[in-house]
């Protein structure tokens, strides 16, 4: 008979929750630090008692000096955008003379969160990035008890969170405003999976300059991310002769879709114009070459980077920086509208 896992040691921030101060309240306890009220240091030791807490010896051992790793949160994905911001902020902080040590969760929920963090902790980082594209994460991090200077990466709301992001919104106002600066009355958009905060925002942008242009808005396709979605979202959309535009909320949906045009005989850009979103590596060696929405992922990374070292030395200023402009990138995939455009 199989026996139960025994439960997992407890770590600094489960003293801090129950005790409810912050992290470093009680590291100052743990390493007798004079600056901490009698009864706040009464709440740590009898929590540290009751979670039968035993402190990180290397952790102790760094007491007083700042620790030169840094912590990121993120979850567990090959997709281009979380995976290019992971590698950005991991390059700034070598540059800046600082390790990473990386969480990656399959789920970004209050559990999982939580969890990283304590192991973070436990690892004594100097601060954490959290990687956050979804559209429930923002409720999660308003409710965990953030006892380590963090940024959020994300584009949408951060729980409170200072927060680093491309601006999506602007990313697709470019793309759709190229597409009818060439001659198009409207823009068709397969949009990314709605969870994703990335993607509601590429969505609602879309609608709203095409709605802001006086032009109709067309129904939306779905699709979740892949090149097989774009596929499939191309063979709907190739038979349609009204079909002269299509933006794509990423570069893989785009492949797929070129894919499915060139199956079905529809020529990009004679027939239709194609823009993705991401300028991955591969979108100047496709067939034609793909006009896209490129974003900097290494400034993203110095960004966070900065902001949190912002913090670690000014805990009680929240740093402000603007979101990160992205670029398009133009190239073959796109055109000026042929006065006789069928999709033939």
Known sequence: MDQPSPP?????????????VSHQTVSRVLNGHPSVRDETRERVLTAVRQLNYRPNAL???LAGRRSRVLGVVSFD?????PAATLLGVERA???????VSIVTLEQLDHDGVSDALSALAEQSVAGVVIIA??????AALRSLPMGIPAVVVEAGASGGLPAISVDQIAGAELAVRHLLEQGHETVWHVRGPQNWLEARDRESAWRSTLEAAGRSVPPVIDGDWSAASG???GLRLAGDPRVTAVFCANDQQALGLLRAFHERGVRVPD????VGFDDIPEAEFMSPPLTTIRQDFDEVGRRCLAMLLDLLDSPVET???PRVTPVLVSRASTGIRQSANANS
């Open 8 to 20: 997992r040691p407890a770590v600094m921030i489960d003293v801090a929750r129950l005790a409810g």
């Open 59 to 61: 952790a102790r051992g």
């Open 77 to 81: 994905t090959i997709l281009y955008g």
């Open 93 to 99: 902080a070598r540059a800046a003379g600082y390790g």
């Open 133 to 138: 594209p979804f559209t429930n994460t923002a």
């Open 231 to 233: 596929y499939q979202a």
């Open 271 to 274: 027939n239709v114009s194609v």
């Open 319 to 321: 740093p402000v920086y």
